[in-house]
């Protein structure tokens, strides 16, 4: 029985040790959509609840779990489709980056939430990372870079005529 016990814990170490850890947002694409600026009221509006015993600097506490509170609420979608994972997906991360006595702390107690807190909100996407388009080409009928028969769609015009008369329209009232 102990040379059983001794061989499971032998597969499950090198098991373990063949398991990698992925990067949150690993194959998605990460948003920054707020920087905030809040002063020491708007932080406490945010806090809820209070502060568990054993917790060494209370006012850190407050800013750090008033910012995730407020995170929490942009948290969810973020896609999923065709069974593309990525690990995060949906959720947002708080990157605080002032003030200097929160983020570059030595030792609890110097800060306190009066002097506010700022702070930037990431959120993941499954959708993959959007990369820049590397070359661009006009395709028309008589381009010798087209292949294949093209014929623009009838709308297409439609647009084009749209927008310089759009344009043209914008010009008059300019002058």
């Known amino acids: 029985m102990r040379k059983l ?23 998605g694409t990460i948003v920054h959509f707020q920087t ?16 568990p015993s054993g917790v060494a600097d209370p006012e850190a506490y407050k800013a750090f779990t008033a910012t995730a509170n407020y995170a929490s609420t942009f948290s969810g979608g973020g896609g999923g489709f065709g069974g593309y994972s990525v690990p995060g997906s949906g959720t947002v991360r708080v990157t605080h980056t002032g003030p200097y006595t929160l983020t570059n702390m030595v030792g609890p107690g110097y800060y306190n939430t009066s002097q506010g807190v700022q702070f930037k909100l990431h959120k993941c996407y499954t959708i993959p990372p959007l990369v820049g388009v590397k070359e661009v080409v006009r395709m028309s009928p008589d381009s010798p870079a087209a292949n294949t028969p093209f014929t623009p769609l009838p709308e297409v015009e439609a647009v084009k005529q749209y927008w310089s008369t759009a344009e043209k329209d914008a010009l008059d009232l300019k002058k």
Do not use: K
């Not at 016990?5 to 194959?27: D, E, K, M, R, Y």
């Open 36 to 51: 905030a600026n809040w002063s020491g009221g708007q932080l406490l509006l945010n806090f809820f609840g209070t502060v």
């Open 5 to 27: 016990l001794i061989a499971a814990t032998a597969v499950t170490a090198l098991f373990s040790l063949s398991a990698h850890a992925v990067p949150w947002c690993h194959g």
